[in-house]
């Protein structure tokens, strides 16, 4: 079975403040896709990134960070100098490689930047 | 820009009726996927379907039900509302394989049962 574990259920920061949310995972295949989502108020998720598991280059995108460790299954997102408009539920997802489309979830971390 | 659309945003139903989630997508993907939210749970996969007439039970079907006659439509139906079926359902679809992009998800539709 899969499983995503996004420990932090809410966090807040002052603007222009990093801040790193974090998301360890389980599963027992050995090639999987690892994905963030970002979802504002407006409800919609919005597509952040997407990790194979054979890949652990960290990534960069402007103001985000992904750092990717098979090591310790985690895969945890880093946002610098924050803005208000960073403020959303983010989640963290996992998904098997062969033939299985299914998403499993992380419970999401609220996200409030504080102006 | 690729699009997946839920009929409605906010529904209010009573308890014992039947209510059809409706959600199109095109994107001409096979796959597509209902999903509900809940606080603290994150999103619970409840069925998805891989081609046309084809569905599978997700993780929470119990009080559910899906049909996919055609390929951009994937409605979800819940053949007893209750109260306990109040959430936020979000539809998705997606294209077979290593898809760079993952999933594309409509806005939802938040459902409240009376």
């Known amino acids: 079975a899969q499983k995503v574990t996004q420990a932090q259920t809410e966090i807040s920061v002052v603007e222009k403040e990093d801040v790193t949310l974090d998301c360890v995972y389980e599963?027992?295949?050995?090639?999987?896709?690892l994905f963030w989502y970002k979802q504002p108020p407006s409800g919609e998720l919005v597509f952040l990134i997407r990790?194979?598991?054979?890949?652990?280059q960290n990534e960069i995108s402007g103001r985000y960070s992904w750092n990717f460790q098979k090591s310790t299954s985690s895969f945890n997102f880093t946002i610098t100098a924050s803005q208000v408009v960073d403020s959303a539920v983010y989640f963290c997802?996992?998904?098997?490689?062969?033939?299985?489309?299914?998403?499993?979830f992380g419970t999401g971390t609220r996200l409030t930047i504080i102006p | 820009d690729v699009k997946v659309t839920q009929s409605s945003r906010y529904l209010v139903k009573r308890t014992g009726e039947k209510v059809f989630l409706e959600c199109v997508q095109d994107?001409?993907?096979?796959?597509m996927f209902w999903y509900r939210q809940d606080p603290g749970l994150g999103l619970r996969l409840i069925y998805f379907?891989?081609?046309?007439?084809?569905?599978e039970k997700g993780d929470i079907p119990e009080g559910y039900s899906v049909s996919r006659e055609k390929k951009e439509r994937f409605s979800l139906i819940l053949e007893s509302a209750s109260t306990n079926q109040t959430s936020m359902y979000l539809c998705?679809?997606?294209?077979?394989?290593?898809?760079?992009?993952?999933?594309?998800f409509g806005s939802g539709t938040r459902l409240t049962v009376v």
């Open positions: 599963t027992r295949d050995t090639t999987y896709y």
């Open positions: 379907s891989y081609d046309v007439k084809m569905k």
């Open positions: 994107m001409d993907h096979e796959n």
């Open positions: 990790r194979n598991s054979f890949d652990e």
């Open positions: 997802a996992l998904r098997a490689n062969f033939g299985n489309e299914k998403l499993t």
């Open positions: 998705a679809s997606s294209s077979p394989g290593a898809s760079n992009y993952g999933y594309t």
